[in-house]
């Protein structure tokens, strides 16, 4: 770890200039030497892995160390699947050991994506990506980590109790000249999302006063009065709710159904130095989601499930998973690129993103096309 921070702390210049933005990280497994490109992959399994739960493979005696790949990370739960596989040993059976270095923002992970002190990130899919990309920062989108799908949801719009109780806010079009939080760094898939809300009451952004804020101010915020509504990720909906400050007024997916809010994202050292590493860390990851999806739909392990989430991510009490709206981690990692295309048109039209470019020319599905060979589809669906 001590080595991975100091590492990201020199190049910090280097990252500065990718204009994506940098930050000191913390990581948040067991430290491990920072490297520009994995290192020589350990052998594949050659037995097949079952689509559902199986129980990690000692490794055999002699066997090579395990390659390291460093991850950024946001320790949220849209990246479930990657902590799950950690603790199951899905990544050990692929001889991997993967090294989570947490960023606080998704767009801090870029430049260290394109300068190999991350292999792999998690994140949203936004204007710092696509003129990233369009400065010839090599990354691509391989999987999907969460969307918004029916019955799952860990995204809403709130609103102040008192407007909601006294019906002030009743529908869309009440929103006008309303005060809306969204997470700060704008333009963000908030500022999406809300777009798309208020669509629906023939509204723009440009109808409400927007107020950036992150996550946890929203909730005093509520209480004091300053702002009417905002687009809130969980554990803060619950939260807020909890306290009796706001109410969840609209899920995301009821008026933005397959948004896809945070993708996984490859770098040089896995995509082209490396491709047998990126295979076998995406056939751990469907693991540790299908596992996800095993807990939350069907009631399997659930509890073990989600004491390895409280250990990995900010979501501390296992109390409030029997409460908050859940993630929707696909388990054969299918990106909606629908839905990313859209994005990108709205990102055009705010004017981030100067000239759009082709999606599809930034999805490479080789690797998880090849998982799935392994793995199978998923059949607990």
């Given amino acids: 770890m001590a080595r991975s921070l100091a590492r990201l702390l020199l190049l910090a210049p280097l990252l500065l200039a990718a204009s994506c933005g940098t930050g000191a990280s913390t990581s948040t497994s067991p430290a491990a030497p920072a490297a520009s490109a994995p290192t020589a992959p350990a052998a594949a399994p050659t037995s097949a892995v079952p689509a559902t739960t199986a129980a990690p493979a000692a490794q055999p005696a002699g066997a090579p160390e395990p390659t390291t790949v460093h991850v950024g990370v946001l320790a949220i739960l849209a990246e479930a699947g990657l902590y799950v596989a950690l603790e199951r040993g899905y990544f050990a059976d692929e001889g991997i050991s993967p090294d989570f270095i947490t960023f606080d923002t998704g767009a801090k992970a870029i430049p260290a994506l394109a300068t190999g002190q991350v292999d792999a990130s998690g994140g949203a899919f936004s204007p710092g990506f696509v003129n990233a990309v369009q400065r010839g920062v090599d990354v691509k989108m391989v999987g999907s980590l969460s969307s918004y799908e029916e019955g799952f949801n860990s995204g809403y719009l709130m609103v102040r109790k008192e407007l909601a109780d006294s019906g002030a806010i009743r529908d869309w079009p009440d929103f006008r000249g309303r005060a809306i939080a969204i997470p700060p760094g704008r333009p963000t898939v908030g500022d999406y999302t809300v777009a798309r809300g208020l669509a629906h009451g023939g509204l723009t952004l440009a109808d409400v006063n927007i107020v950036e804020l992150p996550f946890p101010d929203m909730i005093p915020a509520f209480a004091n009065g300053s702002i009417d509504a905002a687009h809130t990720s969980e554990p803060f909906s619950t939260l807020a709710a ?21 993708v996984l994202t490859y770098g040089p050292g896995l995509l082209h130095n490396a491709p047998d590493v990126g295979q076998r860390f995406m056939i751990a990851y469907l693991r540790g989601a299908r596992d996800y999806n095993a807990a939350f739909k069907q009631g399997t392990d659930r509890a073990a499930i989600v004491q390895m989430l409280t250990k990995h991510t900010s979501v501390k009490d296992p109390a409030i998973y029997e409460r908050m709206g859940l993630s929707y981690i696909d388990p054969d990692g299918t990106l909606n690129v629908a839905n990313l295309i859209d994005q990108q048109t709205f990102y055009t039209e705010f004017g981030a993103i100067p000239n759009p470019i082709d999606v599809t020319t930034v999805v490479d599905n080789r690797f998880r096309e090849a998982a799935l060979q392994r793995l199978g589809p998923y059949q607990g669906r």
């Fill in 242 to 262: 909890d306290r009796g400050v706001a109410t969840k007024w609209k899920a995301t997916v009821d008026y933005a159904p397959g948004l896809t809010p945070a």
